[in-house]
């Protein structure tokens, strides 16, 4: 029988102390080691992606859908804004839909391009605004008609259908202008300033001159562009009665309103395909053929009748193997 030594009393200490020691180790060790190290084994919490928020953009009318909208913006350049109704203003994006009564606005160094349903296309310059009056306009319809109020800033158009099929007017503070189908220039200036409005008729992309009628509010006939590059300014005359006055248009403004028109050219042609999406987007859809649709001319419950692959023609009672024997 063997009698167990117990060991030194230094060794015992010693071999606490180091137990001791690895002990505070690990405890350290475990403090610094990231969490996530630790924890892998533990399944990891679902991420959830944040929730997307478009754009702010204008509602529609109380009452309308997108159906009753009369244009769409083709092209927008720097900051532009919508006010509809008693709404706030919000920033206007390319394919947004315009509807009557909604005010158009370009910022500093802007530009926006609007075609309307008729094709009829407005280019806005820097720091202009128009309000669409009216807007009516069906093909073939015998009552299309537009107005459009130029407030202030300039703003270009090529008139369409509406212009060639009914009654298409722009107005401003003192004065309406009845459009016969063709491109003009409409500037206002900003109230105090010295400049009077101009209206000018410039002609369309493939050379055709249309004609520009100016009347008072009063609705009397003051005068008519009919040829391409004239102008006429609105100024007050005798008796506080407004006059058209003929404007021939400096070098320098010409050579402005050529990059404006080029604009509004650009916006037109971009206008223009949108407008055609949105009328085959209002079509009615044509019924197509589903698979099991009858043919028109095919008997109710009956099936065409092939014949077998190998071109023999089976009469009826016959097996699929072959004639009867």
């Known amino acids: 029988m063997s009698l167990r030594v117990p060991p030194p009393i230094q060794a015992v200490v ?185 209206v000018k008729l410039y002609p369309d992309a493939d050379g055709h001159v249309g004609q520009i009628d100016v009347f008072d509010r009063q609705g009397n006939r003051l005068g008519a562009l009919t040829q391409g590059a004239s102008a006429f300014q609105l100024r007050a005359g005798p008796g506080g009665r407004m006059t058209a006055v003929p404007y021939r248009i400096p070098p320098q403004e010409a050579a402005r309103d050529r990059g404006v028109l080029q604009r509004l050219n650009a916006s037109h042609t971009l206008g223009r395909r949108m407008i055609e999406q949105r009328r085959q987007q209002r079509r009615p859809n044509r019924p197509q053929r589903g698979p099991n649709r009858q043919r028109p001319n095919q008997r109710p419950g009956r099936q065409n009748f092939r014949g077998p692959p190998d071109g023999r023609q089976r009469g009826f009672g016959q097996p699929p193997g072959g004639r009867n024997r």
């Open 14 to 198: 010693k071999r606490r102390e180091f137990i001791t020691l690895l002990s505070a180790t690990l405890a350290g060790w475990r403090a610094l080691w990231p969490a996530a190290a630790r924890g892998q084994d533990r399944p990891s919490p679902p991420y959830f992606a944040p929730a997307y928020q478009p754009p702010q953009t204008a509602a529609a009318p109380a009452g309308a859908s997108a159906d009753a909208s009369v244009g769409q913006v083709a092209t927008v350049q720097g900051s532009a804004t919508l006010i509809r109704g008693s709404a706030a203003a919000v920033a206007l994006q390319v394919a947004d839909a315009i509807f009557k009564n909604d005010t158009l606005q370009t910022g500093a160094d802007s530009a926006l391009g609007v075609t309307f349903d008729d094709e009829t296309t407005f280019s806005l310059s820097a720091d202009t605004r128009i309000v669409i009056n009216e807007f009516v306009y069906q093909d073939g319809g015998s009552g299309n008609a537009a107005t459009f109020n130029v407030a202030v800033g300039t703003a270009a158009f090529v008139a369409s259908l509406v212009a060639k099929t009914g009654d298409m007017k722009i107005t401003t503070a003192d004065a309406a202008i009845g459009i016969r189908g063709t491109t003009g220039v409409v500037e206002v200036p900003a109230a105090g300033g010295a400049a009077a409005p101009t």
